[in-house]
């Protein structure tokens, strides 16, 4: 993707600017916990792992997998 102003041209590739919006995500959820905190509130667990466990409906899952092949030990 390329960026055209005035006088220049920004070229980043797709995994570049994919990255950024995950760092971007990251950076308003530390903001809001950090919010939270300040107000005396406890914030929630945000991380993606332990939201994904209970989620788990049918067989085993990559958390239980073990050996060649497991994602998650």
């Given amino acids: 993707m390329v960026e055209h102003g005035d006088g220049w041209n920004f070229h980043s590739p797709t995994g570049f600017r994919l990255a950024q919006v995950i760092q971007h995500g990251t950076d308003h959820r530390s903001q809001i916990c950090t919010a939270l905190t300040s107000l005396s509130v406890e914030p929630p667990a945000i991380d993606l792992w332990p ?8 067989g085993p899952s990559i958390f239980e997998r073990r050996g060649p092949g497991a994602v998650l030990a």
């Fill in 51 to 58: 939201t994904a466990r209970p989620q788990v409906a049918h």
